[in-house]
């Protein structure tokens, strides 16, 4: 599976941004694709991530309530609406394929990258 991210770019804090996630290649419908973001210094950490079929989610608590991942499986894409972004938010965004949960062990396809700059 090979994965193509879009979507990043700067905002004010309180602002909204909408990443995008389009996958190509085979999708197993028991994988999940999720989202984790990497700051700088910091280890890649996870943010959330949707069980392809059934479409069950998962959040980070940091992110729960301003963030919602979203699929549309007739275009292989995933999305990840944030809302009343904060500058804790600022990182490198990846999408990523796999087994599902919350380590980034558990997928082994990732995209490029979208940078995520949240302005104070």
């Known amino acids: 599976v090979q994965l193509q991210a879009s979507g990043g770019g700067l905002v004010q804090t309180g602002g909204s941004l909408r990443l995008s996630c389009e996958a190509s290649g085979y999708i197993n419908n028991y994988y999940a694709l999720g989202w984790f973001r990497q700051a700088p210094g910091k280890e890649r950490g996870f943010v959330a991530s949707i069980r392809w079929s059934g479409g069950s989610v998962s959040y980070a608590d940091s992110v729960k309530g301003r963030f919602t991942i979203s699929r549309d499986n007739a275009k292989n894409t995933i999305l990840l609406q944030m809302d009343s972004l904060k500058p804790e938010d600022t990182a490198v965004y990846y999408c990523?394929?796999?087994?599902?949960?919350?380590?980034?062990?558990?997928?082994?396809?990732w995209g490029q990258g979208t940078q995520v700059t949240v302005s104070s």
């Open positions: 990523a394929y796999g087994v599902g949960g919350d380590r980034p062990s558990s997928y082994e396809n």
